[in-house]
């Protein structure tokens, strides 16, 4: 796990000698031994998904060459039984292959606050979902939304955030609400 950096988050430190947890740990932290906040965002994913699978071992029984290879190839792990889609969802987020496209961990605070303000987003399980991809490449990638503000970005409508402001939807749960009327 990284340090804690005062003012950079964007900060690293080299780990040298040791041995480090493989199966816990971001693809670039092994390859360069570089720990960051973001290679912390994929460990937090990991641990995410052993409370959810109530302490099964991630990867588990593979040797950490496997996992090393399999991580490489796209492979992420599934999700726990009964676990909330929302919440596999943003452990996939936090196993991104790229660092930079991973949330910050204010970001996953923010999220997983709005989780608890409005818990029926949890209520939709895994084994609810017909036809849950196998792997995260038959997966339709949903981006994780923070803010109206990020949403509207992302499809190129931010010129309509003081619209959606002065119409009372502040929370991207409202939006999800919204009707014609």
Partial sequence: MSRVF????????????GKIPIRWTAPEAIAYGKCSTVSDVWSYGIVMWEVMSYGERPYWEMSNQDVI????????????????????????????KESNQRPHFNNVLSFLDKLIVNPSSLLTLVNDVQSFPDSPEDMPDYPLFISIG????????????????????????????????
């Fill in 6 to 17: 005062e003012d950079d988050t964007e900060a690293a430190y080299t780990a040298t000698g």
């Fill in 69 to 96: 290879l399999s991580i490489d190839e796209g492979y992420r792990l599934p999700a726990p039984m009964g676990c909330p889609v929302t919440l596999h969802q943003l452990m996939l987020h936090c196993w991104q």
């Fill in 150 to 181: 990020d949403w509207l970005d992302s499809i190129k409508m931010s010129q309509y955030k003081n619209n959606f402001l002065a119409a009372g939807y502040t929370t991207l749960d409202s939006i999800s609400t919204m009707s014609i009327e």
